[in-house]
């Protein structure tokens, strides 16, 4: 994880780099690394390994290289399943190059990836949808409204720090689409719908969702073109390292963090 991490913070700068300039790319990463949650990117779970992936196939797909781009997304797919975000951003970056019908065929290749899973779990258990029971354990289901299933069940439970993050992470897809273009903001808009499309009747309707919004990289470098101000980017820095302390020494003592 912490291997993944380093690689994930180098490659967003260098991605930040294309799209910000170096002091734009300096901030996506600072407001990264010291996000409330980015305590994740070093323990053991999936955000740092998948981060690292998502990343790295937004480069791959900027510098004209959609192949990798493609097979990067087809790993993204098996490390989690937000990798499904990846799929319409590597159309719009296949549908902005020359040849577009021979482009749009790399869309194959991370699903034909993907399908390698089933296929595993098939001859192994005999039931290749396996994977979707580990879901039932926590409660998840589609919600019939979608994307909008999290945030109304959160406003109902009276969860207001995770409706708090949804509403802030969503504003900042937004801000990237506008500024960055239409990949990183539907890349960012899929990975944060998906996770409050899946709400856990159990735990709570944005269980886990600050967690889960690590991975919506454009937020951060839409936050790095909002926030340019020196005095302003330490302020927000400052304040959100201090939460980071609160969230890491919860964590060390055993308390439910997200």
Known sequence: S?????AAFVLLHRLSLLRLGPPGADRAVLFLAVAPMSLFL???????????????????????????AAALAGLALLTRPQGAAL??????????????????????VPVGLFLTYPLALWLWVGHPLAFLDAEDQWGRHLSRLGPLGGPLQAAADGDLVELAFAVGMTALAVVAWRRLGTAYGLYALGVLGLAMAVPSERLGGLYSFPRLSLVAFPCFMALATVVRERRQTVLLAAASAALLGVYVLRWALWYWVS
């Open 2 to 6: 912490l291997v993944a991490r380093a």
């Open 87 to 108: 799929l319409p951003a590597l159309l719009v970056f296949a549908w902005q190059r020359p040849e577009r019908e021979t482009r749009l065929g790399v869309l194959a």
């Open 42 to 68: 070093g323990v053991v779970y999936s955000e740092s390994l998948f981060l690292a992936i998502a990343v790295g196939c937004f480069l791959a797909a900027e510098r004209g290289r959609l192949g990798w």
